[in-house]
């Protein structure tokens, strides 16, 4: 890409004219950065037809229309009653061509003067705006006024982008329109075909003529979503084949202990046939020269974690260090909890270290890490932290592997020499869509439950009959069960009826005087102190009220019912993750989803599959289907890709293909042009 074209592409918005410093860091908001090339992969969300019109009889309300209007006369506002929320509107009467009235409202009274200037008396304008029901009709504060000379100035058809605070669609269209007027002077005698017509398209779709022009199959949507895919399959195809080049190759480990043998012996369980499967693809790649990069998908209960303290002890073997990284300091916890025990019977010093690490106590931690001494560290972000250091880092464990970015499982990496990583996800993911979000990856599957482990009984009741489901659990607990009550919020300030965790459990108490509560609100050593209480067997607190803080870290073998409350609320991953807080002994488990009255057809849909199925890739599948790439993988899973135009479900053949083209040829200078076009530089390995 010839250096005129990048350079303008880095510009910070704020150089825009009518932009500045303010406005820039508005942009920054909304697009996710302050750049030109930020504001051009920011797609505008709908088009918004102005259609002409010389009459507002039988226009319908809610339509937006463009009309030529007579001003008749100004009605100043009065003033303003001291409860009224907003001051009076000025009203400004006018009439179309046929008579009609109709009547212009604005209601912020510091401009007053301006509107009265830009609508003088007796003069006609080119009015577009929102008509609303009132009789005679209105147009509250009308999107464009012009005078009938500049009256061109008005779009037949306007973009419409997602926007933030500050920031009018009038701003968006006057810096597209400059950043395209100076785009097409410097490309005007380019003679690389290939990005003109990228920008093309991407012009094509920044002055788009229509909604459809915006959807998946629009030619040139289409076309920016096979760019895109194939920037980031690329990027994918360099860091895979980095990991094979000689700098990066490993020394072979020498066996040293024999603490697998002892392990087999002391393991009161057979492993499954999926479990053993992987753990010889996982051996596989630990004794191979490459750094193994494998991820590990395995439902709710598979049994991931044995496998990967297994990956843990084969390193032990030639004295290699395991550090196992978990998204919270209740996950390391409880990972650590499992491990340590097991470990000792071998000999093995297993630590944890999290942010709460102080003093004395972190720092003989830290020693023995240096020194070797342990040889497998459980911990959450703290792992990969300045002052952590270790004297043979040979495997590396990430788990729910989601909750973490590149750069991130790249630092901790970092702390050895040719590291392998095994990534764990206990979120099933279509195995098409695995491989594009993983394609640096090879991917393992664990599609097995324990043996003695039965299937979780999953039914739907209404929010009318639960009262009669409290009288059922009540007989439960009586008979020893423990019970998680999940709610979506912490508490309903905004008074929309949905079920709140503190009023529930305040309820529940009356019944249940023991009920436990957490939520993401508590001091973290308050939430888990009850979490405890609420696992140990011997306590008597039986039920928990809970949020969706539990929906990954807390292990409770009793626990054989979960409620939730507003399931419909809920995406299916999310249910499906909740429901495996339960069943995870050798006792029947129950699951029940409380829906709400007003429950939508996709809503009852989501929870019919619940019922149906307990197997974590077909719900996944489903959810996919139902929702898309973007709210399947969600916010919090900043390891994956948020895309500007490929759609999972519209554009699969393009996935496909943008996977085998990166994977069978060479880069190209295009192929890097479209890869610090969509920024993702950050997925190639060194």
């Not at 990005?195 to 229509?210: N, Y």
């Not at 009161?268 to 053993?276: C, D, H, V």
Request: glycine share 8%; net charge positive; aromatic share 6%.
């Amino acid at each position: 890409m010839r250096s005129e074209v990048a350079d303008f592409l880095n510009t910070d918005l704020q150089f825009i004219k009518g932009v500045g410093p303010v406005l820039a860091a508005r942009f920054a908001d909304v697009l996710g950065g302050r750049r030109v090339l930020d504001f051009l992969l920011h797609k505008p969300a709908y088009v918004q037809n102005r259609d002409l019109t010389e009459s507002v009889a039988g226009v319908n309300a809610g339509d937006t229309i463009t009309i030529p209007l007579l001003i008749k006369s100004h009605k100043a506002p009065g003033k303003a009653a001291p409860w009224l929320k907003r001051a009076r509107a000025m009203r400004v009467m006018c009439a179309d061509k046929m008579g009609n009235p109709v009547v212009i409202q604005f209601f912020n009274s510091k401009y007053l003067d301006y509107w009265m200037n830009k609508l003088p008396v007796g003069q006609w304008r080119m009015i577009s705006g929102k008509i609303e029901a009132g009789n005679p009709p209105v147009i509250n504060h009308p999107e464009f006024i012009e005078s009938m000379d500049t009256a061109n100035k008005i779009p037949t058809a306007q973009a419409i982008y997602p926007s933030g605070e500050g920031l009018t669609q009038k701003v968006f269209a006057s810096v597209r329109d400059q950043i395209f007027n100076k785009l097409n002077s410097l490309l005007g005698e380019y003679d690389d075909e290939t990005l003109r017509e990228f920008f093309d398209a991407l012009q094509h779709v920044h002055f788009a003529k229509t909604s459809d022009d915006l959807l998946p199959n629009n030619t040139y949507i289409a076309k920016l979503a096979y760019c895109e895919l194939l920037a980031h399959q690329s990027a994918i195809a360099i860091s895979r084949r980095a990991r094979t080049t000689q700098k990066n190759k490993k020394a072979k480990r020498i066996k040293k202990y024999d603490y697998l043998d002892k392990f087999w012996n002391t393991l009161p369980y057979s492993l499954t046939g999926a479990q053993q499967r992987v753990v010889d693809e996982i051996f596989k790649d630990m004794d191979s020269d490459i750094p193994m990069m494998r991820l590990v998908q395995g439902d709710v209960g598979s049994g991931k974690t044995i496998v990967a303290l297994i990956a843990a002890l084969k390193m032990a073997e030639s004295g290699g260090q395991t550090a196992l990284l978990a998204p919270t300091d209740t996950l390391a916890q409880q990972h650590f909890a499992k491990i340590k025990p097991m470990c000792e019977k071998l000999g093995i010093v297993v630590d944890v270290l999290t942010g709460r690490d102080k003093g004395a106590g972190r720092r003989e931690k830290l020693t023995s890490i240096r020194s070797g001494r342990t040889k497998i560290v459980i911990g959450t972000h703290a792992l990969f932290s300045e002052d952590v250091e270790y004297k043979d880092l040979g495997l590396v464990i990430v788990d729910e592997q989601h909750r973490f970015g590149v750069n991130q499982r790249e630092s901790l990496r970092a702390k050895g020499n040719s590291v392998d990583l095994l990534a764990l996800s206990a979120t099933p993911i279509p195995r098409t869509l695995s491989m594009t979000m993983y394609g640096d990856m090879d991917i393992s599957i664990i599609n097995e439950k324990p043996a003695g482990r039965l299937p979780i009984r999953t039914t739907k009741l209404p929010i009318a009959k639960t009262n009669d489901l409290i009288l059922r659990i009540k007989q439960q607990i009586d008979s020893g069960a423990k019970v998680f009550w999940i709610c979506p919020l912490v508490q309903d300030e905004n008074g929309i009826g949905t079920a709140a965790a503190i009023a529930r459990h305040e309820m529940l108490k009356q019944i249940f005087p023991t009920a436990g509560l957490v939520h993401g609100q508590m001091p973290k050593d308050a939430r888990d102190k009850v979490m405890a209480e609420f696992a140990d067997n011997n306590s008597d607190m039986s039920l928990l009220v809970a949020t969706t803080v539990i929906e990954v870290g807390i292990d409770v073998p009793r626990a054989s019912i979960i409620v939730i409350e507003n399931a419909e609320q809920f995406g299916l991953a999310a249910l499906h993750q909740l429901r495996g807080r339960v069943g995870r002994g050798k006792i029947q488990s129950y699951c029940v989803l409380l829906y709400g009255l007003n429950i939508s057809p996709d809503g009852l849909k989501r929870l019919d599959v619940l019922c149906e199925t307990d197997d974590g890739f077909v719900i996944a599948e489903q959810d996919l289907m139902m929702r898309g790439v973007g709210e399947l993988l969600g916010t919090r899973q900043s390891g994956w890709i948020q895309y500007h135009f490929a759609d999972w479900r519209e554009h699969r053949d393009l996935f496909k293909l943008a996977a085998r083209v990166a994977c069978d040829n060479p880069v190209t200078s295009w192929t890097r042009d479209l890869m610090n076009i969509f920024n993702c530089g950050e997925n190639i390995s060194a």
